[in-house]
């Protein structure tokens, strides 16, 4: 089992090795100046080299990622649980909920960046795109529940709050879960590009911001040092967020469960 | 309507030919513990699920519901559970509803809990305390065999303990009446076999009385004191036949000559009201043709 462990790691890694060794080979080989495409060597360098200003627009981004899905989980939950406690709720808000949804967040984001700070615009924009399949998925877990334990409950003369805690709830959970990973991934998303649109004008300096001025400045490699940021950023949000999923389900959920071959 | 006015007046009728002055319904030692009477189920969707149910159900009894699909013997035990009200008619508790116990046809089980908070939840719900619920939930894991499983989870169980858990659900609460809806329905033949002896058992240790919906001739026979046949289109109780063998029963009764004939006798009952010629007639016509 180990060994078998041992080589479903390998080779990922083993391929991620060999293309980065074809990209170096192929700069080297080419000639391919830095400022049309620098060398993953180049790239690793120019990360250390400027980790100062990086790390600084890195951490930056990182926040405003995590407080908009911190703003979408609360309010996505809030109002999934209203929707499921009050149906009518549901009828007037949905609607809302789908037009900012469906409408493209580059397209409100230079309305947003008149309103509000661009520190704030970044922050509202990033919190619009996560907000909505927590909300969805939420609101499909909610009216998920098992019908013969809602009848249980009834029976039981379950007040409507102890049906929500004890059953509505951890019936949403895997849903809001799910909900959660894509947002977590839309969020830094909505933050990248929230940071583009608002563009030098921003104080901010995400790492957006770093890659429209390296742009300016014609600084390839740290274009693809924040690249890699981003990257990275993004990844490590989906692995936390999948390893908090397991955490939560591995009892009992079939999705954390591991299938006898 | 007239229709099944006609149909089902002889179930009563009889009686009332031969005790004219008693109520047929009431026999001394037990009085009815709820009664239907005249209990009609229409569904939204316009379906009528019951039509003129007469039924009663004394303590201590072991009341089967047998019928095909569709006849409503879901719908009886919704009613008698409260779950839903009757379109017309009345159902009758003597004073006030005794506690009740549900067990459905699935194990119906909240998956993300242990057996433990599973079998704690009717008193979790009526705010007993999991210190204080303690003892109950053991002693009904007990009851259904299951001591040793308070902290696993129900997916770690097979579907025959599972119902168990279910059935310990159902016993934490000490009802004095229990409703079961074909819980044994999804089970194995082998796993069904033990929970009939178990039910048994369980019922004679406790004294509830139970109303069991099934749609096995077999089953109803070993498990009932009564059973009252029901026909579908619409949903309305046809014959009634009395079990009359002492209930601490084992595997003596299920080979018994007693048992075999209680259960031909049913399955008469239950052909009839299907509108199938009996088992007999087919056989014969079987041989005919060959």
């Known amino acids: ?261 | 309507m007239d229709e099944t006015q006609s149909l089902r007046t002889p179930l009563m009728s009889l009686a009332d030919l031969i005790a004219p002055a008693a109520s047929p319904r009431e026999t001394p030692e037990a009085p009815a513990l709820v009664s239907l009477r005249g209990v009609d189920k229409v569904f939204a969707n316009g379906v009528t699920a019951l039509a003129g149910v007469e039924l009663d159900v004394r303590e201590g009894e072991f009341v089967s519901l047998l019928g095909p699909s569709g006849c409503g013997k879901s719908t009886i035990l919704r009613l008698l559970s409260g779950l839903t009200s009757p379109t017309r008619g009345a159902i009758a508790w003597r004073g006030r509803r005794p506690e009740l116990g549900f067990v459905f046809q699935e194990p119906t089980l909240t998956p993300w809990s242990t057996v433990f908070a599973n079998v704690w939840l009717p008193l979790r719900l009526a705010g007993v305390s999991r210190a204080q619920a303690a003892p109950r939930v053991e002693e009904a894991l007990e009851r259904v065999g299951l001591s040793g499983f308070a902290n696993a989870f129900p997916r770690e169980l097979s579907g025959g303990m599972k119902m168990r858990v279910s059935i310990a659900r159902a016993l934490v609460t000490r009802p004095a009446v229990l409703l079961m809806d074909e819980p044994f329905a999804a089970l194995d033949e082998i796993t069904r076999t033990k929970l009939n002896d178990d039910l048994v058992a369980l019922k004679c240790g406790l004294g509830a009385t139970v109303v069991f919906v099934t749609h096995s001739v077999y089953e109803s026979v070993y498990l009932s004191t009564r059973i009252v046949v029901m026909a579908a289109r619409p949903g309305r109780a046809v014959a009634e036949i009395a079990v009359d063998a002492p209930l601490p029963r084992n595997e003596e009764f299920r080979l018994s000559a007693a048992y075999a004939e209680k259960c031909r006798q049913t399955s008469l009952a239950l052909c009839a009201a299907m509108d199938l010629p009996p088992p007999g007639a087919r056989a014969r016509s079987g041989e005919a043709s060959t």
């Open chain 1, 1 to 261: 089992m180990s060994r078998q462990k041992l080589l479903e790691f390998a080779f990922p890694a083993f391929a991620l090795a060999m293309a980065l060794a074809a990209w170096e080979a192929a700069v080297r080989w080419f000639a391919i100046p830095p400022f049309i495409l620098p060398a993953p060597s180049l790239i690793a360098t120019t990360l250390i080299k400027d980790w100062g200003t990086l790390s600084l627009s890195l951490m930056v981004t990182l926040t405003i990622t995590l407080e908009a899905l911190a703003l979408a989980v609360v309010g996505g939950v809030a109002l999934a649980i209203l929707f499921a406690q009050w149906r009518i709720v549901e009828r007037a808000f949905f609607p809302f909920a789908v037009v900012m949804q469906v409408t493209p967040i580059v397209a409100i984001a230079p309305l947003l960046l008149i309103y509000l700070s661009p520190n704030a615009a970044v922050l509202v924009c990033a919190f619009l795109v996560a907000f909505f399949p927590i909300l969805a998925n939420t609101t499909l877990g909610l009216s998920s529940a098992d019908h013969n334990l809602l009848d249980l409950f009834e029976l039981c003369r379950a007040t409507r709050w102890q049906q929500l805690l004890l059953l509505r709830l951890p019936s949403a959970l895997p849903y809001f879960l799910g909900g959660l990973r894509i947002g977590g991934g839309l969020a830094l998303i909505g933050a990248i590009v929230a940071e583009i649109a608002a563009g030098s004008a921003g104080q901010g300096a995400g790492l957006a911001y770093r890659i429209v001025e390296s742009g300016f400045r014609l600084n390839i490699p740290r274009m693809f040092a924040a690249l890699f940021l981003i990257s990275a950023t993004g990844i490590a949000i989906y692995l936390a967020l999948t390893a908090l999923s397991y955490l939560l389900l591995r009892h009992w959920h079939d999705s954390a469960r591991g299938r006898e071959t």
